[in-house]
């Protein structure tokens, strides 16, 4: 779940801005959108058995085209998940999770940002919570700041 929930946002925010690159003018574009549902296989986050997860979410993505090409991109996705383990045995999962991601790109320079939280309560009562915080930075092709905190019960 946190693969896919924290690429989304920087790759839908990519797509939408790279057709404006060009402009002599900034550009700038909020996009929002609501009650979207997907479905897919990934991994409990803090154990990492496999699950069939089901997400539904609202979210705003907002991005500038600057004149010189650069991109700003910033989103928020918020909602509520289900995470059905493959193995029958185990608990499954329901609860909240928000996610909020920024990008900044120029031609020398990329840096981005990530903030994601999950909650949830297993139908055995157990509980389960993720915080991650995820940073990096690249100039000139070298990577200056990397940095990630990863924060997992349950």
Not at 97 to 125: C, L, M, P, R, Y
Request: proline share 4%; charged share 15%; net charge negative.
């Amino acid at each position: 779940m946190v693969r896919k929930l924290l690429f989304v946002g920087a790759v839908l925010g990519l797509l939408v801005g790279m057709s404006s690159v060009a402009s002599a003018q900034a550009v700038t574009e909020t996009i929002t959108f609501r009650n979207v549902t997907e479905t897919f296989q990934d991994v409990n986050p803090c154990t990492g058995d496999p699950v069939t997860l089901t997400i539904t979410y609202n979210g705003v993505f907002s991005y500038t085209v600057d004149p010189e090409g650069g991109l700003h991109v910033t989103g928020t996705v918020a909602g509520t998940f289900e995470a059905v383990p493959l193995d029958p045995t185990l608990p499954t999962y329901t609860g909240r999770f928000a996610q909020w991601f920024g990008e900044s790109s120029s031609s020398n320079s990329d840096g981005d940002w990530v903030t994601f939280n999950i909650k949830g309560t297993g139908s055995d009562g157990s509980t389960l919570s993720l915080n991650a915080v995820l940073q990096f930075h690249f100039s000139n092709g070298v990577l200056r700041v990397e940095f990630e905190m990863l924060n997992c019960q349950g």
